[in-house]
């Protein structure tokens, strides 16, 4: 069982996931909150595990290169590849 809260604290996605060898969870998020040194937006993400209940704290950025730079956020990195 999962739920994924906002880093407002809103429920973005709940449900329960069958475990077998190797399990994924894919989640979408539309416009999701980007996290950033400056802003830094995280999600959290409850696990059930038996009884218990795991929280990991998800954080959430956009990478993309054009040419040969490397954005973050949307933000020149001052990385080149």
Known sequence: ???LLSPVGDELASGTV??????????SID?????????????SLYL???EEW???????R???IKGNVIFVNGKKDGARI
């Open 18 to 27: 069958q475990v077998k060898n190797e399990t994924t969870l894919n989640i």
């Open 62 to 64: 956009k990478f993309e």
């Open 54 to 60: 795991i929280l990991q704290r998800v954080g959430i």
């Open 1 to 3: 069982t999962y739920r």
């Open 31 to 43: 416009a999701p909150m980007l996290w950033s040194d400056e802003t830094p937006r995280l999600y």
């Open 48 to 50: 059930k595990c038996g």
